[in-house]
């Protein structure tokens, strides 16, 4: 597998976090790359550290949002921050290192709630 950094996406991002105010991730501490040759049916995947990073070696929680090239890349602008907004969606408020899954007790990540986060993105944005 072939990857480069992606500050692109991460300033995305950084602005996403900010006018989102996802005021439980440390921006610091994602890390976005572009994969050249994946096969695989996503636009996009995060990657988290698990827990065991943390207390036995002590590297702090921090995720990694990978953007498929071949398939990120080609979509419209729109569609790409609603990836982006998806990744970021499965990070826990206690930021980990751990996801969230797509289906949970009290949460859900699909197309639906997705929409609802960039309308009102869009909102604050007129």
């Given at each position: 597998m072939n990857y480069i950094k992606a500050p692109d996406v991460k300033n995305i991002v950084d602005a996403l976090v900010q006018q989102l105010e996802m005021e439980h991730i440390d921006v610091t501490r994602i890390h976005?790359?572009?994969?050249?040759?994946?096969?695989?049916?996503?636009?996009?995947?995060?990657?988290?550290?698990?827990?065991?990073?943390?207390?036995?070696?002590?590297?702090?929680p921090n995720y990694i949002i990978e953007v498929v090239s071949k398939k990120y890349d080609k979509l419209p602008e729109r569609e790409q921050i609603k990836?982006?907004?998806?990744?970021?969606?499965?990070?826990?408020?206690?930021?980990?290192?751990?996801?969230?899954?797509h289906k949970g007790r009290y949460h859900r990540i699909n197309d639906r709630e997705v929409e609802k986060v960039i309308q009102k993105l869009e909102r604050q944005q007129r």
């Amino acid at each position: 597998m072939n990857y480069i950094k992606a500050p692109d996406v991460k300033n995305i991002v950084d602005a996403l976090v900010q006018q989102l105010e996802m005021e439980h991730i440390d921006v610091t501490r994602i890390h976005c790359i572009r994969s050249l040759d994946a096969k695989t049916r996503a636009y996009a995947r995060i990657w988290g550290m698990s827990r065991l990073f943390h207390e036995v070696a002590g590297i702090p929680p921090n995720y990694i949002i990978e953007v498929v090239s071949k398939k990120y890349d080609k979509l419209p602008e729109r569609e790409q921050i609603k990836t982006i907004i998806h990744e970021l969606m499965h990070i826990p408020k206690t930021f980990s290192g751990a996801l969230l899954s797509h289906k949970g007790r009290y949460h859900r990540i699909n197309d639906r709630e997705v929409e609802k986060v960039i309308q009102k993105l869009e909102r604050q944005q007129r």
